[in-house]
């Protein structure tokens, strides 16, 4: 699936659901982020700034959702929930990078503060850079200290043979091998009822297509408008 036929899917369902957008508006959550990261890589130090659009609305049939350049639709499920969706691999955080998208299906556990522990299974949409990955996701809020909101963020992944081969990672044979690992903590600050500053810092392990990989540390700054 192209990247503009995914939008215009992912804003085909949120138009579909707008009606009932009217009789509660609480359904709907929405946060808009601009991020500065900046990482140590192979080559020195990089940095870019990364826009993102949250958002959650919740339905009688289940939640539409996008975060973090995925997209899709998620349902209750024992213990949390489920989803499926599709993943814009440019602008997704497990991402390598490559112009193409990924179908992926997860599991999600509820933690405490609205936190969530995700695993799930994404496959290369396509013929370029074939290959599938498996996935997990943490947001763990940790409570509030001196009016700041405190969390820990974590994101990884592994990738089969066909993945890693076609993105010249380093490959040792057949089976699921670490891709890319991020562990972050961050630190929240008010600045009135809708703006946030959010300072993190934390560790990142990440494959290079120069068959090496990359590990050190990796810093975030931003702000956040949450509606």
């Not at 900046?38 to 990364?50: F, K, V």
């Not at 993102?52 to 997209?71: K, M, P, W």
């Not at 972050?184 to 068959?211: I, K, Y």
Request: with cysteine; glycine share 12%.
């Amino acid at each position: 699936m192209s990247r503009p036929l995914y939008l215009a899917s992912l804003c085909g369902l949120l138009l579909a659901s707008l009606p009932c957008l009217a009789d509660d508006g609480k359904d709907l959550d929405l946060s808009i982020s601009a991020e500065l990261m900046t990482r140590q890589t192979a080559y020195g130090n990089s940095s870019r700034l990364q826009p993102s659009v949250d958002l959650q609305y919740r339905t009688r049939f289940g939640a539409l959702y996008v975060q973090d350049g995925e997209g899709g639709w998620a349902l209750p499920a024992p213990g949390g929930w489920m989803s499926l969706g599709v993943a814009s691999e440019p602008a997704w955080s497990l991402g390598g990078g490559v112009s193409q998208s990924l179908s992926i299906a997860r599991y999600g556990l509820d933690l405490p503060r609205d936190g969530s522990l995700s695993f799930g299974y994404a496959s290369r949409i396509g013929d370029s850079h074939p290959g599938q990955l498996l996935v997990a996701s943490l947001d763990a809020p940790l409570g509030d200290w001196m009016g700041q909101k405190f969390s820990v963020l974590g994101w990884a992944s592994l990738a089969n043979q066909k993945r890693r081969l076609g993105l010249n990672h380093s490959d040792d044979g057949k089976g699921w091998q670490l891709e890319q690992s991020n562990l972050l903590l961050v630190m929240s600050h008010p600045m009135g009822q809708h703006w946030t500053l959010d300072l993190g810092t934390g560790s990142r392990w990440a494959a290079e297509n120069t068959a090496s990989h990359t590990a050190g540390w990796q810093t975030l700054l931003g702000f956040t408008w949450k509606l």
